[in-house]
Every structure is written in structure tokens, then in C-alpha cells.
């Protein structure tokens, strides 16, 4: 009859659960993925991700200057790259006066407090769309041949003032080789944040949209992980430590919070969670349908990421995210 546990008393109202609750999202814990193109005066929709734009590199710092005002205090940026510029060495990708060191400076030359992450990989550059050098006979992506251009890709994005690298590459060594890159060029205070357990997934869709940067054959799971695999992950993990790595990330996000939760057991490193492409474009599709609250789903969601133990949260939702935050 007397039932004296009743965990109810803890939700009764606002003032007690904001007591109880255990985990807190705030905008600075937010990363904004951004997309940019050669042009002026640009903000191109991209059709599968909505409120989701390609600038120019004059809207981007526009752009980062409102992320930076909302809270949101490091940007992730990704290039596309013009058809003519690509060819199978990526050799844009080491042009220091290019789309995208150009953007580095500009964006830090702006807003300097802003932390500014990169990626590195070859797809956008690359004719054969994937993140290695391919092998024109047999079509393998060579590892040890790709880790000489990112390790290249590092120093010239370093000089332009990128804050943070991000091997998105999933290459055999890369961290290592890109660590000693960058102390060598006396860069030791670059932060390497490695994309460490990346997994083959069809939820880079969109993503590949944006960018047009899809493999024009065959897949990635040579390099990208088999998504039915969370030990292996821990593999990545122990090697990327040793390596170097500051940050550990884990992407996808959402169907990977196991992972994200491994890692967290097992690292003293803070850990990233990349919430995909995939991942927004389906928030966003129910929503227009009227099938979700989007609003609310996008809160949820990213709470999550911080339950199963992510210090940080790329995602496309950082800009909405925040104004919820803040009201
Ligand atoms: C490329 C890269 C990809 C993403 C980030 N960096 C795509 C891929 O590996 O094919 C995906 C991000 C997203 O879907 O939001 N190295």
C-alpha cells in the first residue's frame, strides 16, 4: 500500500527535473559542418538537406560571424570543388591560394576566436571521387601513396590557419604521419581531431549531393568500416591514441551511440560524434511531411549524443539548435 519509492517526485516540475537532469547541451558544444563553393554573393539550397546552403566565401564568414555570436564557436568546413579543378592526384587539394585555404584565412582573418576544423581526404578533389589515390589497373585506393598528400593536405591547410585537422580519410597511419607533418613545420599546437571509428554508411547520401563527391565506382568499405563492427572500432582507437590524436570521433552518430559509448570507456581522449547528413535529411523530410516535431526530435537527438558520452556534436543542426537553446 505504502509505496515509499516514487521516482516521480523528481519530475513533479521544471525547477526539479532542471536539478535532476544529467546531461546538458549547450551551443559550445556544438560543431557547424559548412559547405562552400567558388562565387560571390552565394547561398545555394541543397535539396536533401533544407536550410542547408553552399556560400560563397564571403556569405561563409558572414555566416560564421552569427554561429560565433549564437554560441557556436568552431566550424567544420567542406569544399566543392569545380569539375574542371579535379583530377585523380587531387592535386587542388595542396593549392595554397585555392577555394579552401582561401576560406581558412578569410574565415580566421574575421572572426578569430573561432576554431576552425578541416577535412582531410581526397573525394572532393578527386576525378574518382574517393577519400585515397586509386590505382588506375586494379582499382585499389593505395594507402601508403595517399598518406603522402595528406600529410602534404595538413601543413598547407595549417599555414592557411586551420585550428583543428580532421582526417576523414580512413588510411592506414594517417594520424602519424600527419602529426609529425605538422611538427616538423613547427605546427605542434594544431589539434588533430580523427574521424577514428568511420564507418561505410549510406547515410552520407546528402552530403555527397553537396559536394557532388560520390565514388564513380565501386564503394568505400576497403577504408571505411564494416557497420557491423564496435570491437574493431576500439582497434581504430587504441592506434589513432597512439598516433596522436587529440579528439576521437565516431560517424555516423545516431545509429552508432554504442560506439560512442565504447570509446568513451576506453579513452582518456574527449570524444566527437558526427550527426550526419543522412541523419538530418530524415528529421528534416519527416517534419515537412508532418509525420515528427522536428524541433523537438532535433533536441532529443542530440541529447543523445551526449548520454552515450560525446564531449562535442558535429551536426547540421548547430545554427537551430542553438536559437532553441537560447530561446
Ligand atoms: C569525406 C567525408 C564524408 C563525410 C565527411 N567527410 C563522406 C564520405 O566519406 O563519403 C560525410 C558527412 C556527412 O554525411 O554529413 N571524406
Known sequence: MFNIQRPRRNRRNQAIRNLVRENDLRPNDLIAPLFLKEGKDLREPIHSMPGIYRYSIDQLVLECKELYDLGVHCVALFPAIEDKLKNSKASEALNSSGLYQ????????????????????????????????????????????????????????????????????????????????????????????????????????????????????????????????????????????????????????LPYLDVIKTLKENTTLPIAAYNVSGEYAMVKAAHERGWIDGEKVMMEMLMSFKRAGSDMILTYFAKEAAKVIHY
Open 102 to 253: 582561401r576560406a581558412i584565412r578569410e574565415v580566421k582573418n574575421a572572426v578569430p576566436e573561432l576554431l576552425v576544423m578541416t577535412d582531410i581526404a581526397l573525394d572532393p578533389y578527386s576525378s574518382d571521387g574517393h577519400d585515397g589515390l586509386v590505382d588506375p589497373k586494379t582499382g585499389e585506393i593505395l594507402n601508403d601513396e595517399t598518406l603522402e598528400v595528406l600529410a602534404e593536405m595538413a601543413v598547407v591547410q595549417a599555414r592557411a590557419g586551420a585550428d583543428i585537422l580532421g582526417p576523414s580519410d580512413m588510411m592506414d597511419g594517417r594520424v602519424a604521419v600527419i602529426r609529425e607533418a605538422l611538427d616538423e613545420e613547427n605546427f605542434t599546437d594544431i589539434a588533430i581531431m580523427s574521424y577514428t571509428a568511420k564507418y561505410a554508411s549510406a547515410f552520407y547520401g546528402p552530403f555527397r549531393d553537396a559536394l557532388n563527391s560520390a565514388p564513380k565506382k565501386g564503394d568505400k568499405k576497403t577504408y571505411q568500416m564494416d557497420y557491423a563492427n564496435v570491437r574493431e572500432a576500439l582497434r581504430e582507437a587504441y592506434l589513432d591514441e597512439e598516433e596522436g590524436a587529440d579528439i576521437l570521433m565516431v560517424k555516423p552518430g
